[in-house]
């Protein structure tokens, strides 16, 4: 067993696990960064390696938007008390959208038996889009919107017919979210047509991480988004919508020297037995026109 001890063979190893790999030293600069990782995150060994794991690139965020570092992230605390750590956290992608992983820090010791840096392996907590193979992935190919890579319009409207009828005969609540993203078309007047669709799909792709893998993310109308959510109240859908815009509004794509950061505004409205998957989206959008347009419109 004398491979096993050869550093090479480690690394070898750890270069082709699927989840993602750092290591830090005591002052928690980044030694390595894994292929996995840079799959994950989009971030490449030379974006990050030598920098520290507080800055944009690495710091963590709880669910809501909090930032994590630089004292209360997983891999900080366990660089203190040499505890192994298990927790969700947010990331952000290259692309700025934000990505829900699980990290797991362990501490390395040095010889002397005192810390001298930690390991963390992570892993993303969703399944993107695009992880599919087969069939699936042929289906996928049909459905998925080409700008954003969530739902299109049509598969949305299908997921949605779905709900409705789900609700008429089984008594099954459900809503919807319809999202737009705030100034737009100034960032396309600006940076350029493809720039709002890189935004676009950063607004859609932090949606789909903050969302549960039974409700359903897609493209609905030019710009905006819609989100069908199932087994919601009314209350609950209203904090859903708020989630979806503090998530968002955390977010950043970076293009040059430039950061774009965005919000969105959000129509929410839960289903009634009245409703028509046609009314039930479009009473979400009048909310949503009547926030954009501001208090007492």
């Given at each position: 067993m004398r491979a096993i001890e050869d550093p090479g063979l480690f690394r070898t190893i750890v270069d082709?696990?699927?989840?993602?790999?750092?290591?830090?030293?005591?002052?928690?600069?980044?030694?390595?960064?894994?292929?996995?990782?840079?799959?994950?995150?989009?971030?490449?060994s030379v974006d990050v390696v030598g920098r520290h794991s507080c800055d944009g690139v690495l710091a963590n965020e709880a669910e809501s938007g909090?930032?994590?570092?630089?004292?209360?992230?997983p891999l900080a605390r366990t660089l203190v008390d040499g505890v192994p750590r298990e927790a969700n956290v947010y990331l952000h992608h290259k692309d700025g959208h934000r990505v829900p992983v699980c990290?797991?820090?362990?501490?390395?010791?040095?010889?002397?038996?005192?810390?001298?840096?930690?390991?963390?392996?992570?892993?993303?907590?969703?399944?993107?889009?695009?992880?599919?193979?087969?069939l699936a992935e042929l289906e996928q190919m049909v459905s998925l919107d080409a700008v954003t890579g969530v739902a299109n319009r049509h598969s949305t409207e299908l997921r949605l017919r779905e709900s409705m009828s789900e609700m008429h005969r089984y008594g099954r609540p459900f809503g919807v979210v319809v999202l737009d993203v705030d100034d737009l078309k100034r960032v396309k007047d600006t940076y350029g047509q493809q720039a709002g669709d890189r935004v676009l799909r950063m607004v859609a792709r932090t949606l789909a991480a903050s969302s549960r893998p039974s409700d359903v993310v897609g493209r609905?109308?030019?710009?905006?988004l819609l989100v069908v959510i199932k087994n919601v109240d009314e209350g609950q859908l209203v904090r859903v919508a708020d989630k979806f815009r503090s998530s968002v509004s955390t977010t950043a794509l970076t293009l040059g020297q430039a950061q774009i950061h965005v919000t969105v505004s959000a129509g929410a409205a839960e289903a009634q037995p009245r409703d028509t998957a046609d009314s039930?989206?479009?009473?979400a959008e009048?909310?949503?026109?009547?926030?954009?347009?501001?208090?007492?419109?």
């Open positions: 082709n696990l699927c989840e993602g790999v750092l290591v830090v030293d005591r002052e928690r600069k980044v030694l390595y960064w894994s292929p996995g990782a840079e799959r994950i995150t989009g971030h490449s909090e930032a994590l570092c630089p004292d209360r992230c990290v797991r820090p362990v501490a390395v010791g040095s010889e002397g038996g005192e810390i001298s840096g930690a390991l963390q392996s992570f892993v993303e907590t969703f399944t993107r889009p695009e992880a599919v193979s087969g609905w109308s030019g710009d905006e039930l989206a479009a009473r009048n909310l949503l026109h009547l926030e954009k347009r501001g208090p007492g419109a």
